[in-house]
Nanobody
Framework: QVQLVESGGGLVQPGESLRLSCTASGFSLDIYSIGWFRQAPGEEREGLSCISNGDGKAYYAGSVKGRFTVSRDNAKTTVYLQMNSLKPEDTAVYYC????????????????????WGRGTQVTVSS
């Protein structure tokens, strides 16, 4: 069974860091592009970053560029989202997703383009 599981969320103070993990089971991440998204209460799901299966590069939305970094470990079928300098407005449920197409634009990561999703992990940034 193909499954993605996010973990690593929690409650942190503004300015602190968190690293989220997205672990795949039932398949390897080698051939997929991997996307990270978030959804705050009452808001639409927002694309944050993707690692392309085309060129292997990571692309970021302007809202997180310079603060968030994605990486992946193909051997462990896990993708990471390192989040630094967190702000209260980063509070949301964070999701990962995979698909077979090659992402290439961090400002055009559309949730509707991604086929397989995890269930999300809550990140709360509050003092």
């Amino acid at each position: 069974q193909v499954q993605l599981v996010e973990s690593g969320g929690g409650l942190v103070q503004p300015g602190e860091s968190l690293r989220l993990s997205c672990t795949a089971s039932g398949f390897s991440l080698d051939i997929y592009s991997i996307g990270w998204f978030r959804q705050a209460p009452g808001e639409e799901r927002e694309g944050l970053s993707c690692i392309s299966n085309g060129d292997g590069k990571a692309y970021y939305a302007g809202s997180v560029k310079g603060r968030f970094t994605v990486s992946r470990d193909n051997a462990k079928t896990t993708v990471y989202l390192q989040m630094n300098s967190l702000k209260p407005e980063d509070t949301a449920v964070y999701y990962c997703a995979v698909d077979t197409w090659a992402c290439f634009d961090g400002d055009d990561i559309r949730p509707t383009d991604w086929g397989t999703w995890g269930r999300g992990t809550q990140v709360t940034v509050s003092s």
